[in-house]
């Protein structure tokens, strides 16, 4: 096991009706004038942006509003976000919404006490400074609620990048389950796609005897395979959508990545995806991870069949363990086909002509100067390529 540090002083409240302690937590990490950022709509429809706004009053605090955030959020908003709170003092950005509405609220919590462009910190500048940040969860995917990153994505030529920074991690994080229920089939599906991604992109590692980090990954997955055909036949069971919900946190709040290297490739070949095309983050992720997979098997192969085995019941073949890595990689595909998600280009709405383009965009990245992606395996555009084409 590697080395490490971890310091992730979320709180978290849990469970029906939590939404009603907003105004006590703000209050609790020192705010007094609220700015409320959400998304399109969803949280004024269900009522939940209402109630959020009764408890920021009976806790006898201000606030302002800002909805509009789009999935895969863009930074023109980030940037009427910033004005708007250096305009009116806002001291505490609560986010109510998923990944896009909590990472927009990060990259407005940052520029707002920063001098510069808050852009630097998407090409790489660690974020050292934001107004604290809280959030009111809605659904269960990204992992923003206890993570400390941020995806936004530069409208000037459609470029979507990553920030991270210790400022990022939430001060406090609401996670009512039932909140969930309204979601459409298909975001609930995409948000499991994305919580499998992030304990695949922790699973596939170098670091040699990390049994414990192995094991905790194990039984997430192991949890997401049971509870995901149980929340797409009822949307309403609270019990599977509440496994889900804390799923989605440890995925990502990265107790179970520690002491270890990691790898991000499907991250980032799906980034350019959602960029391009502007499609669900866990759909894309849902075309690249068996491309990416099936692309990195030879580089170790007992790792691929280890998850196999341990999570998707398939035999150890001794003989020839590619086969049975290779199993594993089918049983993911065709679990994330059963809760509808889209399995190539064509189903993603991508198209063959770009991948060149692609390619060279996710490889010249932020923070990838000589042209090459890094994590479980090096690759050059040639394999980013490789990779694209085997989502055809
Ligand atoms: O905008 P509204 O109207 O709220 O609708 C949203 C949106 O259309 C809807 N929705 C959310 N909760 C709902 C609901 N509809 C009905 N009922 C509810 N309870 O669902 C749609 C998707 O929402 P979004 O916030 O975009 O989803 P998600 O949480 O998957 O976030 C995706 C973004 O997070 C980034 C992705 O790249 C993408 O931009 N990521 C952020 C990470 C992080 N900060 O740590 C890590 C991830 O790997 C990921 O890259
Ligand atoms: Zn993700």
């Not at 959020?73 to 009116?88: A, F, K, N, T, W």
């Not at 691929?304 to 595909?333: H, N, S, Y």
Request: hydrophobic residues 40%; proline residues 4%.
């Amino acid at each position: 096991m590697n080395n490490f540090t971890f310091y992730a002083p979320t709180f978290f409240a849990f469970g029906r009706d939590a939404q009603k302690q907003a105004g006590a937590l703000v209050t609790r990490f020192g705010g007094s004038r609220v700015l409320l950022h959400y998304g399109g709509g969803s949280v004024v429809r269900s009522g939940l942006l209402d109630q959020v706004k009764a408890s920021l009053t009976g806790a006898g605090l201000s606030f302002l509003e800002l909805g509009g955030v789009k999935p895969n959020p863009r930074s023109g908003l980030v940037y009427e976000g910033i004005d708007l709170c250096r305009r009116e003092g806002v001291d505490f950005v609560l986010a109510v919404g998923g990944g896009s509405a909590i990472d927009s609220a990060k990259a407005i919590a940052a520029g707002t006490v920063y001098e510069g462009d808050f852009w630097d910190y998407y090409e790489g500048k660690p974020v050292e400074k934001a107004l604290p940040i809280g959030t009111v969860l809605t659904i269960a995917a990204a992992g923003s609620e206890g993570s400390p990153d941020s995806v936004i994505t530069k409208e000037d030529g459609m470029i979507k990048r990553g920030a991270s920074g210790e400022a990022y991690r939430p001060k406090f994080s609401i996670l009512n389950p039932a909140l969930t229920q309204t979601l459409p089939p298909y975001q609930t599906a995409c948000g499991i796609t994305d919580i499998i991604a992030h304990l695949y992109e922790r699973y596939l590692t170098n670091t040699k005897d990390v049994e414990v980090t192995d094991r905790l990954i194990e039984a997430l997955l192991l949890a997401m395979i049971h509870e995901a055909p149980r929340v797409m036949e009822d949307p309403n069971n609270y019990e599977a959508r509440a496994n889900i919900m804390w799923a989605g946190m440890m995925a990502h709040h990265n107790s179970c990545g520690v002491g270890r290297s990691q790898d991000w490739t499907s991250h980032s070949v799906e980034h350019e995806l959602s960029a391009l095309y502007d499609c669900a983050h866990g759909a894309g992720l849902a075309v690249a991870m068996p491309a990416v997979f099936t692309y990195t098997v030879h580089h170790d192969v007992m790792r691929f069949a280890k998850i196999a085995t341990r999570v998707w019941g398939c035999q150890m073949d001794f003989d020839d363990p590619e086969r049975t890595a290779k199993a594993g990689i089918e049983a993911l595909r065709s679990f994330l086909c059963s809760i509808g998600m889209p399995k190539n280009f064509a189903e993603l709405g991508a198209k063959e002509a770009d991948i060149e383009y692609l390619a060279r965009t996710c490889c010249r990245g932020s923070g990838k100067a000589d042209g090459k992606l890094r994590g479980f395996t090096t690759l050059d555009q040639s394999d980013v390529e490789a990779i694209y084409r085997l989502m055809l």
